[in-house]
């Protein structure tokens, strides 16, 4: 667990409470409730267009609630103002997406740094950091690559490094595999749920596939905008 | 697939005769196997047995045997606690799932919640393999991908039936 989570082991650090979220006038969260536990690992599971991507984007203070609360780590984020929602997303948040989303001008190593350099740390320090990952994701020799003279898994272990780089508390992560094949997921979501649980990231994964869900500590449910409780959940209700 | 508490539920709807537990039964279980009739027979002498059926006294009509069934509250416990509880996940489980959805819609039962249920099992199991196919070498690897992927077919059996519930109720029910 990175140095600066102090955090109660047991109690969540992101929750959603009672949600509401519309994209004009189609409802995408319908009083959505969610909580995560730190260093958990959650699979948020649905159909396409039943919520989970807007729930993630809730949760990760990118879209603010019409109504409902977020909290993270015991604040209110919906809350607080854009720069300050902006800073929480840079300083304590990581995030990978289906389509790794490089930056196609910067080399691997810039793109993993970006986060670094983002938060203010010095070039050499951040580049330093940086390359400490192509290592432990398998990318030795790339470096100098520029996103599109990598391959669809190469780019994504790149996302995976820079979501990760910066030790975030908590790591956003959109149908991260949904680009790839079989086997090139399975290899990415192996690095991510080893990396996360190595430096205690807590994981918020959106997945519509069962065999990436089976990576996560436990799985909910998002249909027609609300999260649906889990039966164990419900026999303990 | 349990023959005896499929025609345990379909006594639990109502009161029925052999014959036309076996008609209801080859018509949304059978599949193109049909149930003999002496299985049928057999079943139901065996439920009345264990107290779970009563048969009526024999009536008057065609056919090897007139008589009529009823569940008893034993019976109904038992469907019950078959419906809600996950079947063990594994391959080639459908043919049970599905007689456990189709009756569930019957009976007027939260179906939905079952499937729920199941889903759950089926993802603790798939955590469970590749917690297997992570720790253990290539060839068990191998063989969990096996399961991986029949658990996968089913879960998105699941999905796709707990989206359609609706319209299979209407067609199953009367």
Not at chain 2, 33 to 46: C, D, E, I, M, N
Not at chain 2, 85 to 102: C, G
Request: aromatic share 6%.
């Amino acid at each position: 667990m990175s140095a600066d989570m102090a955090m109660p082991s047991d109690g969540p650090i992101v929750e959603a409470r009672d949600v509401y979220f519309s994209f004009g006038t189609t409802p995408a969260l319908r009083g959505a409730s969610v909580q995560v536990k730190a260093g958990e690992i959650l699979a948020v599971m649905g159909p396409s267009g039943s919520g989970k991507s807007t729930l993630l984007h809730c949760l990760a203070g990118i879209l603010v609630p019409e109504s409902g609360e977020i909290h993270f780590a015991g604040r209110r984020i919906e809350r607080l103002r854009e720069a300050e929602r902006s800073s929480l997303r840079r300083d304590r948040f990581g995030f990978v997406f289906q389509f790794g989303q490089l930056v196609p001008e910067l080399t691997a190593e810039e793109n993993i740094a970006l986060p670094l350099l983002l938060s203010g740390v010095r070039r050499a320090k951040a580049l330093g950091e940086a390359r400490v990952w192509f290592e432990r994701l398998e990318l030795d020799g790339l470096h100098d690559r520029r996103s599109g003279e990598l391959s669809g898994g190469q780019a994504q272990r790149v996302a995976l490094a820079r979501g990760l780089v910066a030790r975030p508390q908590v790591l956003f992560a959109d149908e991260p595999t949904g680009a790839l094949d079989s086997l090139t997921g399975e290899h990415v979501m192996n690095l991510l749920t080893t990396a996360a649980r190595e430096q205690g990231t807590t994981v918020v994964l959106v997945t519509h596939e069962p065999r990436v869900a089976a990576y996560a500590d436990r799985e909910v449910i998002v249909r027609d905008g609300l999260v649906s409780p889990l039966p164990s959940d419900r026999v303990n209700a | 697939m349990s023959v005896s508490l499929t025609l345990l539920g379909l006594l639990e709807r109502e009161p029925s005769h052999g014959y036309d537990l076996k008609r209801d039964y080859d018509t949304y279980f059978g599949r193109g196997k049909p149930l003999p009739f002496g299985q049928v027979y057999s079943t139901l002498a065996r439920l009345a047995r264990d107290g779970k059926v009563i048969a009526g006294d024999p009536e008057p009509g065609a056919g090897p045997e007139r008589k009529r069934y009823v569940i008893t509250e034993q019976g109904a416990t038992e469907v019950e606690t078959w419906l809600a509880e996950a079947v063990e996940p594994e391959p080639h489980l459908q043919t049970v799932l599905f007689a456990k959805v189709v009756l569930a819609l019957m009976l007027h039962r939260p179906a939905a919640e079952y499937l729920d249920v199941q889903r759950a099992a089926h993802l603790q199991r798939m955590r469970e393999l590749t917690d297997v196919k992570r720790n253990g070498q290539l060839v068990d690897a191998l063989l969990a991908d096996h399961g991986l992927f029949h658990l996968e077919a089913d879960l998105r059996w699941i999905d796709l039936t707990a989206a359609r519930l609706e319209t299979l109720a209407k067609a199953v029910q009367r």
